[in-house]
C-alpha cells in the first residue's frame, strides 16, 4: 500500500502562485507514474498533469500547459505541482495519484477509469480569488 498525502493548498489572488507537494509512505512510489488531479465544485474530477517514474516524460492539460511544471524527487518520495497565473476557474481540490500503468495512459484515460488509478490523496484545496 502507497499513501499519498497533498499539502500546499490554499487561497491565492489571481495571477498568484502555488507549489503543491504529494508525500508518498513508501519508496516504492517510484515504481509508478504520478500525476495530479483536480476537481472543481460541481464538476467532473479532470486530468492536471502527468510525469513518468524517472520524471524523464510529463504530459499536462491544455488547461494548465504554460503555467505548471509538475516534478518529483524520487529520493524523497514527492511530488511536486508548481503553479503560476493562477485563474479563478483553477480553483478545485487538487488530488495527488500513483498508478502502475504509464503517465501517458494517466494523460488520456477516460475520467470513468479513474476509480481504476492505484492510489489516491486525498485532495487539497486551491482557491483563487479574482
Known amino acids: 500500500q502507497v499513501q499519498l498525502v497533498e499539502s500546499g493548498g490554499g487561497s491565492v489572488q489571481a495571477g498568484g502562485s502555488l507549489r503543491l507537494s504529494c508525500a508518498a509512505s513508501r519508496r516504492t512510489v517510484s515504481t509508478y507514474a504520478m500525476g495530479w488531479f483536480r476537481q472543481a465544485p460541481g464538476k467532473e474530477r479532470e486530468f492536471v498533469a502527468a510525469?513518468?517514474?524517472?520524471?524523464?516524460?510529463?504530459y499536462y492539460a491544455d488547461s494548465v500547459k504554460g503555467r505548471s511544471i509538475i516534478s518529483r524527487d524520487n529520493s524523497g518520495n514527492t511530488m511536486y505541482l508548481q503553479m503560476t497565473s493562477l485563474k479563478p476557474e483553477d480553483t478545485a481540490v487538487y488530488y495527488c495519484a500513483a498508478d502502475a500503468g504509464t503517465a501517458q495512459q494517466m494523460s488520456t484515460m477516460p475520467g470513468q477509469s479513474y476509480s481504476g488509478i492505484d492510489y489516491w490523496g486525498k485532495g487539497t484545496l486551491v482557491t483563487v480569488s479574482s
Open positions: 510525469i513518468s517514474r524517472a520524471g524523464t516524460m510529463t
